[in-house]
Nanobody, 127 residues
Framework: QVQLVESGGELVQPGGSLRLSCAAS????????IGWFRQAPGKEREGVAC????????YYIDSVKGRFTISRENTKNTVYLQMNSLKPEDTAVYYC????????????????????WGQGTQVTVSS
């Protein structure tokens, strides 16, 4: 059974850091392009960071460039999103998703062309 499980979301103060994890079971995460998406209340879902299977293609939405880092650890079948200098506007439910390995990272993030979604993890940035 294909499953993606996100973890690491919590309440954090502005300026703080979090690391989200996306663990896969039932398939090999390293074969796929992976994306982190988020959806805030009343807003459309947006692709935050995406990484290709070979890590040669990485995309970040402008609002997180220089603050967020996506990485993958294939030996643990896990993808991470390191989030630093968090802002209240980063508050959202964060989802990871898999996509066709032929897709570039920017295409996946911009079009949400994904195959499987995780259940999401809540990130709240507030003082």
């Amino acid at each position: 059974q294909v499953q993606l499980v996100e973890s690491g979301g919590e309440l954090v103060q502005p300026g703080g850091s979090l690391r989200l994890s996306c663990a896969a079971s039932g398939f090999t995460l390293g074969y796929y392009t992976i994306g982190w998406f988020r959806q805030a209340p009343g807003k459309e879902r947006e692709g935050v960071a995406c990484i290709s299977s070979t890590e040669t293609s990485i995309y970040y939405i402008d609002s997180v460039k220089g603050r967020f880092t996506i990485s993958r650890e294939n030996t643990k079948n896990t993808v991470y999103l390191q989030m630093n200098s968090l802002k209240p506007e980063d508050t959202a439910v964060y989802y990871c998703a898999t996509a066709d390995p032929l897709y570039y990272a920017d295409h996946v993030c911009r079009t949400s062309s994904v195959d499987h979604w995780g259940q999401g993890t809540q990130v709240t940035v507030s003082s």
